[in-house]
């Protein structure tokens, strides 16, 4: 009982500060005769950074000014956690990020980390642009202060190492930060490693210190955040592919008059579309920067490669099967991604 009173008083802490933040940025608003809309996310100067900065542009234009945009990117607003508690309470408007971080919110977001769903960053673009898969994922998380808006393909994972992961085997033992996923964790488990659930802030000071030995990632993280530094050697697996989910605070989209909602709705889905070609330019051009800066990539033999795709073959049957709202959701993503193969 002691423990859940704390719990209680904990979290009405949080709602009072974030209650009192939406006051200042409505009072921020009002006095600037705009609608703030912060847009969050834990990323830098990549495909997700570039989304926030040209969805932000696009509704001030759109808007005459009426909504004003602003761009916090690397977790400026706090950890994944915190920004996603931000945008159900309103204190923050927008949010970019992997789905699966709202998987605490409803279990089906992670679907889309399923290992052996997507084949290569073509494959992604198409899933994510699929109509099934925009109203199963746009629509989760509703009745709990969340409106999707976006959905896209950003880039395959990568495993970054202290030691170099050359070969299949060497997974086995390893310390791997994965994103917040039972897909994952059930994934890499297979392969061998002890999967740590982290989120990003947390994971370059963990390779530094030791606490891990690697971290699955996208190679624009590694390179933009200077990973190179702690460790010099990725991986390029390919699995599971990473998609960016835009969700915008239900509590502030109901505050909009309508012709505002249209606004942020329409350039939500059409930034979403248009990133498709930076991201494919960032991609590479992340991968020779890290080249560049010292960084060494690797691939898996063919045969490593195969192995490891037969390993993670049965993982989101046998993860969702015994969840019937996760397994429904997968079988449409699964059908989803054959259709757009």
């Known amino acids: 009982m002691e423990s859940r009173n704390r719990a209680c008083v904990a979290w009405a802490a949080v709602a009072l500060v974030l209650s009192l933040a939406v006051a200042a940025g409505s009072a921020r608003a009002e006095g600037d005769n705009a609608i703030v809309m912060k847009i969050t996310l834990p990323t830098l100067n990549e495909a997700l950074h570039e989304?926030?900065?040209?969805?932000?542009?696009?509704?001030e234009k759109d808007s005459g000014g009426r909504i004003k945009g602003e761009v916090y990117p690397a977790s400026q607003l706090g950890a994944i956690a915190r920004q996603i508690e931000g945008v159900q309470f309103g204190a923050i408007?927008?949010?970019?990020?992997?789905?699966?971080?709202?998987?605490?919110i409803d279990e089906r977001f992670e679907v889309m980390t399923a290992p052996g769903l997507v084949d290569g960053m073509d494959h992604g673009v198409?899933?994510?642009?699929d109509a099934a898969v925009q109203k199963l994922?746009?629509?989760?998380?509703?009745?709990?202060?969340?409106?999707?808006?976006?959905?896209?393909?950003?880039?395959?994972?990568?495993?970054i190492g202290k030691l170099a992961?050359?070969?299949?085997?060497?997974?086995?033992?390893?310390?791997?930060?994965?994103?917040?996923?039972?897909?994952?964790?059930?994934?890499?488990?297979?392969?061998?490693?002890?999967p740590i659930a982290m989120t990003l802030g947390d994971v370059l000071p963990a390779i530094q210190q030791g606490t891990i030995d690697g971290a699955i990632a996208g190679i624009a993280v590694f390179s933009q955040m200077h990973y190179q530094d702690a460790?010099?050697?990725?991986?390029?697996?390919?699995?599971?592919?990473?998609?960016?989910?835009?969700?915008?605070?239900?509590r502030w989209y109901d505050t909009?008059?309508?012709?505002?909602?249209?606004?942020?709705?329409?350039?939500?889905?059409?930034q979403a579309d248009a990133i498709t070609a930076f991201a494919r330019d960032s991609y590479g051009k992340q991968r020779q920067q890290w080249v560049d800066n010292g960084g060494e990539l690797i691939s898996l033999s063919r045969d490593d490669q195969s192995a490891m795709m037969e390993t993670l073959g049965s993982v989101a049957e046998d993860v969702s099967k015994p969840k019937p709202a996760l397994h429904a959701a997968y079988g449409t993503v699964l059908v989803a991604a054959k259709r757009t193969y």
């Open 256 to 270: 909009l008059p309508q012709n505002l909602q249209q606004i942020v709705d329409r350039e939500g889905a059409a």
């Open 93 to 104: 408007q927008v949010a970019v990020m992997p789905p699966e971080f709202y998987v605490g």
């Open 165 to 194: 992961i050359r070969k299949l085997d060497d997974i086995k033992g390893k310390k791997l930060r994965i994103f917040t996923s039972d897909f994952q964790r059930i994934a890499f488990s297979r392969l061998g490693a002890t």
């Open 231 to 250: 460790a010099k050697y990725v991986t390029e697996t390919g699995q599971p592919f990473i998609f960016a989910i835009v969700e915008a605070s239900k």
């Open 126 to 129: 198409r899933l994510a642009e």
């Open 51 to 59: 989304y926030a900065k040209s969805f932000a542009a696009a509704v």
């Open 137 to 159: 994922m746009l629509g989760l998380g509703a009745n709990k202060g969340l409106h999707g808006i976006g959905l896209f393909a950003a880039q395959p994972s990568s495993i």
